[in-house]
């Protein structure tokens, strides 16, 4: 059975830095996507970056030049680098994960990052708190 377990929410002021953690166990598929989302309060849920075992990286413009992310193997654990974080940035984490399907990868090769509807694998959210 696969799971995702999101880690390294917190409280920081502006400027600061967090770094969140998708750990992703039970995953047997060769190929995979893994991707952030945040939502805030009385907000839909927004996109943030998302990796592919292909080694795509894509990001929403609002974290561009802010966020990073990246895996030693997407299939196990996959960061969110949050530095320089503002105010716009506090809501859920939610880290979710699928394996790489042809549509999933079109959206890649587009350079966009893939809707929630495509992913089946969520984790229960991490929050994020950033005062100014």
């Known amino acids: 059975e696969m799971t995702v377990l999101e880690s390294g929410g917190g409280s920081v002021q502006t400027g600061g830095s967090l770094q969140l953690a998708c750990r992703i166990s039970?995953?047997?598929?060769?190929?995979?996507?893994v991707t952030w989302f945040r939502q805030a309060p009385g907000k839909e849920r927004e996109r943030v970056a998302a990796?592919?075992?292909?080694?795509?990286?894509l990001y929403a413009d609002a974290v561009q030049g802010r966020f990073t992310i990246s895996a030693d193997n997407p299939k196990v654990i996959v960061y969110l680098q949050m530095d320089n974080l503002r105010p716009e940035d506090t809501g859920m984490y939610y880290c979710?994960?699928?394996?790489?399907?042809?549509?999933?990868?079109?959206?890649?090769?587009?350079?966009?990052?893939?809707?929630?509807?495509?992913?089946?694998?969520w984790g229960q959210g991490t929050q994020v708190t950033v005062s100014s």
């Open positions: 990796i592919g075992t292909t080694g795509t990286t």
């Open positions: 039970g995953f047997t598929s060769a190929s995979v996507c």
């Open positions: 979710a994960a699928d394996r790489l399907t042809v549509g999933m990868n079109r959206h890649l090769e587009l350079g966009h990052i893939p809707p929630a509807s495509a992913f089946e694998f």
